[in-house]
């Protein structure tokens, strides 16, 4: 199977059920989703993955969102979009690639972890704050945001 990673320019509305696997506030995901830079990922012409980037500070790009649709999963897509992110980046002359997850996202802490981001810090209360209803994965309720990030 081939796939294709392309930068998305129009009508960004088509990408917004995809960016809410990741990110379930769907006023939340609205608020970033004309900002920045929006990556999709097509297996053959169907639509698995997406991704999108914004600049953080100038010395700094930060995965705001990426997400597989759940039929493409486990196929090292994620690790495709994460790949176009730290080549995207360094292009565009950031320094430092940077991403913030829920503390009970815990295969999502491995796989940027296992990629070799590490800790920066921790938002505290981040999705009890700003989220309407409450999230709960792998048996714990999300509550902070855990930033982590890695050099370019």
Not at 43 to 66: C, F, R, S, W
Not at 117 to 132: A, C, L, P, T
Request: glycine share 8%.
């Amino acid at each position: 199977m081939s796939t294709q990673i392309g930068l998305v320019e129009g009508n960004r509305e088509d990408y917004l059920d995809l960016l809410m696997l990741a990110d379930p506030e769907e006023a939340v995901v609205r608020a970033y989703l004309d900002q920045g830079w929006l990556f999709a990922l097509y297996e053959e012409a169907e639509l698995a993955g997406v991704m999108l980037l914004l600049e953080h500070d100038p010395q700094t790009l930060e995965i705001k969102n990426i997400a597989v649709s759940e039929q493409a999963q486990n196929k090292g897509y994620g690790k495709q979009l994460l790949a176009k992110a730290k080549s995207f980046g360094q292009k565009q002359g950031y320094h430092t690639l940077m991403v913030g997850t829920g503390n009970s996202s815990l295969p999502v802490l491995f796989f940027y972890q296992k990629a070799g981001f590490r800790f920066r810090s921790v938002i505290r209360n981040f999705f009890i704050d700003n989220y309407k209803e409450p999230i709960f994965e792998n048996g714990l309720q999300c509550t902070e945001m855990l930033i982590l990030d890695q050099a370019l």
